[in-house]
């Protein structure tokens, strides 16, 4: 598979259940080799420690030899709740910052619009 798309409570879940049935390894190989991975929702849902640990690692695993693209509705220095832990909440953004295109969209959320669209229809 070429892209895989989820979101960030999903992949954390994934990851954890590897690491509880001792596949974490292939597991994290398996989405390293993704030519993309789009994480999206991340911050939406609040990670333990343990699964925000898991998904920086991903994350850093896959810096280099793949593309990722992370959506999210907050700005970075309100992430700390998010990730469980502040030196995590800070480490993702330098992370990223390093290797990334950062685009912020300040606008009507499409998913809402589309609702209200078919709401009215």
Known sequence: MAVRFTTAAAIVHELMEARDER????RQQQLVNQKLLIIDELGFVP???????????????????GSILITSNLPFDERT????????????????????????????????AQSKARQKS
């Open 23 to 26: 596949q974490l390894l292939r």
């Open 47 to 65: 990670l333990s420690k343990t699964g925000a640990e898991l998904l920086f690692e991903l994350i850093s695993q896959r810096v280099e030899p």
């Open 81 to 112: 709740e998010s990730f469980g832990s502040e030196r995590l909440a800070e480490a993702l953004p330098n992370l990223l910052t390093d290797h990334v295109s950062i685009l912020e969209m300040n606008g009507d959320s499409y998913r809402l």
